[in-house]
């Protein structure tokens, strides 16, 4: 009797999951930080696309799911101009 492969076989999918939407936070941030609109906004704080590009790279899994979690919250538009 195998008692353990349910459990295992049930966190590895989790762990799929959990992957598969970490990637798509990051996907979101790595976006938004592209957007022609908010690249004119880091560039006016001195900030050119590459540099924002590699503090998204750097940044931990939880910052990225932080900020990920704030673009979904954000109205429609409100970045615009």
Do not use: Y
Request: proline letters at 2%.
């Amino acid at each position: 009797m195998n008692l353990l492969a349910a459990p295992t076989s049930r966190a590895a999918g989790a762990g799929l999951v959990a992957s598969a939407t970490d990637q798509a936070n990051r996907d979101k941030v790595v976006e938004f930080a592209a957007r022609a609109d908010v690249q004119k906004s880091f560039e006016a704080m001195g900030l050119t696309a590459a540099n924002a590009r590699d503090r998204v790279n750097a940044m931990t899994q939880e910052e990225v799911n932080r900020i990920a979690g704030k673009i979904d919250s954000m109205p429609a538009g409100a970045s615009d101009g």
